[in-house]
């Protein structure tokens, strides 16, 4: 009797350490668990906030949904630019639009040719910012300008520019090429691009690595499409030409950009949009074109218009316009 009451209580007795092992166990992974979630959204919020203008599918986190596409829009917008053709205030446009999370795209005219223009100083500044990915000293150097660079004067005034002999930063001379489209620092970029090796020209390599195949220097003046360079301002949203920290770099300067009577004037004021406009003026036409990335706050979209026409000043209404319609359409879709 007594060796069975012994043996009951020695059976009860391991049972009850197997239990609180398995408690012990379960609350162990239970605790590891609820440690390693913590630190996953801690690293998630990091990287969000430390990358706020990249693409937020590739910055930190995955996931995808189909959506809707947007022919029947098109064919609206394309009716409406035919209207602005027949009441003179354009004589061509090209739409270029492309949903950036995960969604469809369109085009009007797409494969039309423009001149680039100041629109080439995108290109310019990723060539900079991909030399100091290496030589991040390159960034601090001074350039000093002497008035003697050759290059296109400024079409519209910009309100800083390099003035001769005074000496700026690359990086400075980056953020006036950019925010406020200054002629005289894109010069003097281009010429420091070209010290830094003299066999191996860097601003070519990079325009074709960007599918910009006819140089701006050659003899062909309309020679770059609304998708084509489109195409760079989703590398820079990827990431996928320069390094996370450049390509934030570069979206920030362009988020600066002081231009606002072209993409600009169709949004609302809180609504951030990395952009840059190019101008051309010749004997018979005047060209306007703004492109960039908006960042609706549920669906980032890139979005570049390329114009035709005789007046400037109704060139960038109709790209105002285009700018608000797009929106519209998007912000109602969420």
């Known amino acids: ?18 239990t609180r092992g398995f408690v012990v166990l379960i609350t162990g992974c239970l605790l590891l668990s609820t440690a390693w979630i913590t630190v996953a959204r801690l690293r998630l919020s990091l990287c969000h906030s430390r990358y706020t203008l990249l693409n937020p599918l590739r910055r930190c986190s995955d996931g995808n949904e189909m959506k809707r596409e947007y022919e029947a829009f098109r064919d609206e917008l394309l009716l409406w630019t035919e209207q602005q053709k027949m009441n003179g205030a354009i004589t061509h446009a090209s739409i ?40 991040p000293e390159i960034l601090t150097q001074e350039l000093g300008y002497s008035g003697t660079l050759e290059g296109q004067p400024n079409i519209f005034d910009p309100s800083k520019t390099v003035l001769p ?49 006819a140089l701006p220097n050659s003899s062909i003046d309309n020679f770059i499409t609304v998708k084509t360079y489109s195409s760079i301002f989703r590398l820079l949203f990827n990431a996928s030409y320069l390094s996370k920290e450049m390509s934030q770099k570069a979206l920030e300067l362009l988020s600066a950009a002081e231009f606002r009577d072209g993409l600009v004037g169709g949004l609302p004021t ?22 960039g990335i908006v960042f609706h706050p549920q669906t980032p979209y890139l979005i570049c218009v390329m114009t035709r026409g005789k007046d400037l000043n109704m060139l960038a209404n109709v790209i ?10 998007v912000d109602v879709r969420n």
């Not at 469809?104 to 100083?121: D, T």
């Not at 105002?320 to 359409?329: A, L």
């Open 96 to 135: 270029y639009f492309r949903d950036l999370d995960g969604g469809p795209w369109f085009g009007i005219n797409e494969e039309e040719k423009f001149s680039a223009a100041s629109l080439l100083k995108v290109p310019i500044m990723m060539a900079v910012l991909r030399q100091a990915e290496t030589h």
């Open 165 to 213: 002999g005074e000496y700026l930063s690359v990086e400075e001379l980056l953020r006036r090429m950019i925010v406020y489209s200054d002629n005289s620092s894109k010069e003097l970029l281009k010429a420091r691009l070209l010290s830094l090796n003299e066999q191996n020209d860097l601003l070519a390599q990079t325009y074709h690595d960007l599918g910009i195949f």
């Open 320 to 329: 105002r316009d285009i700018s608000r319609k797009v929106y519209q359409e």
């Open 270 to 291: 809180a609504i951030t949009i990395a952009h840059k406009f190019g101008v051309r003026e010749l004997p018979d036409q005047e060209q306007l074109h703004d492109c």
């Open 1 to 18: 009797m007594m060796g069975r009451m012994f043996h009951a209580a020695n059976a009860f007795r391991q049972k009850s350490h197997l």
